[in-house]
């Protein structure tokens, strides 16, 4: 894939093997991506032990450490089966491909791809190629930016304004004021146009957006 096809694909299949193998993507944003789309299936986990490990998952992204009441595996069997009994589910539309993000990327592939980095998977993702959504691909750039152009973002634009608009969008996951960090930014001496741009844009936004974690200097 180039930068070119990255930037317009409508694969989310494609997109996801572009950052994971070779790896050019982090565990901290596999993981806010997998909890990206299990929001999109939110309604499917309708008791609160079942949307425990996603909001723990959320508030720990990157981290392997051990979780309160068993390890990490334990505690999505519950919402694992749940979305095993969806993951087949015609009905689901463009939300098909969340499902399978939810049941089998998170529970046995992100473990797998970090610790068989070059192998070949034996998983079949094919099915994953049914959902002709635009939003997944837009979240995938919305996450992993553009693996072909990494930026170097400046500690001295990190100023009070943007570092405080950016951690209240994060925390609140409310990112309506994106166009405001875009002009913080600028007043900082920002002049990186896909910074800006990503800013100004449509989205969609969600927790893990590659430009809020350059100003909160997150990795």
């Known amino acids: 894939m180039t930068e070119a096809e990255w930037l317009t694909c409508d694969d989310p299949l494609e997109m996801f093997w572009q950052v994971v193998r070779p790896m050019k993507s982090s565990r901290r944003q596999l993981d806010l991506f997998c909890v990206a789309c299990v929001r999109l299936v939110w309604h499917l986990l309708d008791q609160p032990a079942l949307r425990l490990p996603f909001d723990w998952l959320e508030v720990h992204p990157g981290e392997r450490v051990r979780p309160p009441g068993g390890n990490m595996r334990d505690l999505f069997q519950g919402p694992a089966r749940v979305l095993y009994e969806w993951r087949y589910r015609r009905d689901l539309g463009l939300n098909t491909f969340a499902v399978h993000i939810a049941h089998d990327l998170w ?113």
């Open 107 to 219: 529970a046995d592939f992100f473990d797998y791809a970090f610790d068989n980095l070059g192998k070949q998977s034996t998983y079949d993702l094919s099915v994953l190629r049914d959902d002709p959504s635009t939003f997944l691909p837009a979240v995938m750039r919305e996450i992993f930016g553009n693996p072909f152009r990494l930026i170097a973002f400046d500690p001295k634009r990190r100023m009070t304004t943007a570092v405080a608009l950016a951690q209240r969008m994060y925390e609140s996951r409310d990112f309506a004021p994106m166009p405001i960090l875009a002009d913080a930014l600028q007043e900082a001496g920002c002049d990186n146009p896909d910074v800006l741009a990503h800013c100004r844009g449509s989205g969609p936004h969600v927790r893990g957006c590659w430009v809020v974690d350059l100003v909160l200097g997150n990795v």
